[in-house]
């Protein structure tokens, strides 16, 4: 079975500062790894993704995430933070060899202040 | 449109009411994935269809759930009886790729279910 955790329920940082929202996930063989973002009364949207290669990804925005196999983590970052980086982060995960969804986690909700 | 479309936006059903909620997917994509969003909680996977098979209905909570994409592009999940449990954001998304590829999945804005 796959699954992921995020231990934060929300994470607050001043603008300008850099972020940290946390990951770590469970799946038997190598990962896909996802996440997303959700504004208020939006759907989801895609942020970034590892597949394989590079454990550094970039994406949208801005926001990059390290894969660390060794860990089991996925955690999403950025250098200096904006508040309209502020909405519903989910981290979500896939195991390639065959399972068709996507399994989320429960989310972080990331507050940014001036 | 260049994205995934939902409707309705909103749905209000009394209990025991059948309700039909319909996705469409993004031109050409093979992968359609019907999610159900509780408040405060991350979506939780419901169904999987490549084209027109469905090949994962290993969420769908009950028999009442059943979800249909008959010609490989417009799909609709449709609940039976509905209960006040049911109440949530059904979001579909679909990608490029099939389910072993890493493509990413891309999603509509949701129907938001209420059953009074």
């Known amino acids: 079975a796959q699954s992921v955790a995020q231990p934060e329920d929300q994470v607050n940082v001043a603008e300008g500062n850099p972020l940290t929202v946390k990951c770590t996930y469970s799946?038997?063989?190598?990962?896909?790894l996802f996440w997303y973002v959700q504004y208020p009364n939006r759907g989801l949207q895609f942020l970034l993704k590892y597949i394989t290669g590079d454990n550094l990804v970039k994406g949208s925005y801005g926001f990059e995430a390290e894969f660390n196999k060794s860990q089991t983590s996925f955690h999403l970052k950025k250098p200096s933070a904006l508040v309209s980086d502020s909405a519903l982060y989910f981290c979500?995960?896939?195991?390639?060899?065959?399972?068709?969804?996507?399994?989320f986690g429960t989310g972080t909700r990331l507050q940014v202040t001036l | 449109g260049a994205g995934v479309s939902q409707s309705p936006r909103y749905k209000v059903a009394k209990r025991g009411q059948d309700v039909a909620l319909r996705c469409d997917p993004i031109?050409?994509?093979?992968?359609l994935f019907w999610y159900q969003q509780a408040l405060g909680q991350g979506p939780e996977f419901l169904t999987y269809?490549?084209?027109?098979?469905?090949?994962?209905k290993s969420g769908l909570p009950s028999d009442r759930f059943f979800a249909e994409r008959p010609e490989g592009s417009v799909s609709t999940l449709k609940i039976q009886r509905t209960q006040q449990e049911d109440s949530a954001v059904y979001l579909c998304?679909?990608?490029?790729?099939?389910?072993?590829?890493?493509?990413?999945?891309?999603f509509g804005q949701g129907t938001r279910l209420t059953v009074v």
């Open positions: 799946v038997s063989g190598n990962p896909y």
């Open positions: 269809f490549q084209n027109e098979a469905q090949l994962d």
């Open positions: 979500a995960v896939r195991d390639p060899r065959g399972a068709s969804k996507l399994t």
């Open positions: 998304a679909s990608s490029l790729g099939n389910r072993l590829t890493g493509t990413e999945a891309f």
């Open positions: 031109s050409g994509h093979v992968s």
